[in-house]
């Protein structure tokens, strides 16, 4: 093994200890209260590293804070017709792990949305991953707004089933086509607002 295939595995593994020590942190506490020391510290790196391959805290927070692209809420191309089915779709079949994650990131955004510098991070992000796309999708004269509608939506059923665990799915394909349904009407009655 050579010595650039061994730092290059080292570097991931620093790389993710720090995304780890940060995600946890910032799970904790707000923007404001988390230092790089304390993230530093937690990963077991010296604290030069986090801007060396963050650029430093805001590059580090909108790390922790980006969409894995595998994660993202619009993975293929739709039309505005097909789009209540598709996210009635999405919650439905939602499982407990990338649920639980899409929630921890949002408590990461809320507990940090009212710093000037996280907050325009998270709104960028959000546009960027969530609104834009749907706003494209949905492509007429009122799309921001009916995408800003869906959003709410679904960060609602998130909180809900997630956070406060009030969730009537139970598996059953009758209960889980019927849900879905309904679903459906809930998101088309929301674009056709």
Known sequence: MTKTTVRKREAAATRAAILAAARERF???SY?????????????VDVALISRYFGGKEGLFREVVAVDKEEKLIREPLT???????????VVEDGDDHRQHRMEMFVIMLRSA?????????????HLDVLGPLA???????????????????MGIGVLRTIMRVDALDGSPDQRAECEDRFRCLFEAALSC
């Open 136 to 154: 494209e999708i949905i492509g007429d004269e009122h799309a921001e707004l009916r995408a800003n509608m869906l959003l709410a939506i679904l």
């Open 27 to 29: 799970l904790r506490e």
């Open 114 to 126: 009212s710093s000037p510098k996280a907050g325009q991070i998270i709104r960028d992000l959000v």
């Open 80 to 90: 505005a017709a097909e789009l209540p089915a598709y996210l009635a779709q999405l």
């Open 32 to 44: 404001d209260s988390v230092g790089l020391r304390e993230i530093a510290g937690d990963a077991g």
